[in-house]
C-alpha cells in the first residue's frame, strides 16, 4: 500500500509501513562489567543485573547539605585569600602547593559553620587525607597540633632566628 504525495508519478510514492515509523535506537551492551548482553531502549542493564544495579544515592541533595550558591561564592573568596594549601599534615614542606578546594575545619555534619574561622583552603590530597581520618566508621577524628599564620612555612621560626 502507498501514499501519494504531491506531485504524483514514483518518486511521490511512499510505502506506508515504514513512513510514519521513528528511528529505534540501537541495543547497546548491558553497564555491568563484562556483561556482552544487549539492552534496548532506555534501559542500562540487561535482566540478570537490573537487580543487582547500584540505586541512586540516597544522600540529599549537594544543596540541601549546605552546599548552595552561597557557598560557592565563600569557596571561590576563601580560594582567592588563600591560594595555597594550608598543609595540616605538614606533607609538603616548604614547596608551595596550589589550594584547590575548601574545607570545613568542624564538619557541617558534626556542627561547623560556613564561617571563615571553619574554613580552610587545601589542595585536592590533603583535603581527601582529612576527610579519609574523619570518615565514617574510620580512624581517629584529626586533630591539628598547631595552625600556623597564613602564608608561614614550617620552618618560618627557624629562618627568623637566623636572620636576627
Known amino acids: 500500500m502507498y501514499i501519494e504525495m504531491a506531485g504524483g508519478g514514483i518518486l ?6 515504514g513512513a510514519c515509523m521513528m528511528p529505534v535506537r540501537p541495543p547497546r551492551p548491558c553497564r555491568a562489567s563484562g556483561c556482552r548482553n544487549l ?3 532506555n534501559e542500562l542493564y540487561c535482566e ?3 537487580a543487582s ?11 540541601r547539605r549546605g552546599y548552595d550558591y552561597n557557598w560557592k ?25 596550589i589550594a584547590t578546594e575548601v574545607d570545613h575545619i568542624v ?3 558534626r556542627g561547623g559553620e560556613n564561617t571563615l574561622e571553619n574554613l580552610q583552603a587545601l589542595c585536592k590530597s590533603c583535603h581527601s587525607r582529612k576527610t579519609r581520618k574523619e570518615g565514617v566508621g574510620g ?11 597564613y602564608g608561614q612555612s614550617k620552618n618560618h621560626a627557624r ?6
Open 107 to 109: 564538619p557541617l555534619s
Open 139 to 149: 580512624g581517629k577524628s584529626l586533630e591539628i597540633t598547631k595552625k600556623r599564620p
Open 39 to 41: 539492552v534496548y531502549g
Open 48 to 50: 540478570l543485573h537490573r
Open 73 to 97: 561564592k565563600l569557596r571561590m573568596m576563601v580560594l582567592r585569600e588563600k591560594p595555597l594549601c594550608e598543609d595540616p599534615f605538614d606533607l609538603h614542606g616548604d614547596q608551595p602547593v
Open 159 to 164: 629562618e627568623m632566628e637566623v636572620k636576627g
Open 12 to 17: 511521490g510514492q511512499l510505502p506506508l509501513s
Open 53 to 63: 544495579a547500584r540505586l541512586p544515592d540516597e544522600r540529599p541533595s549537594a544543596a
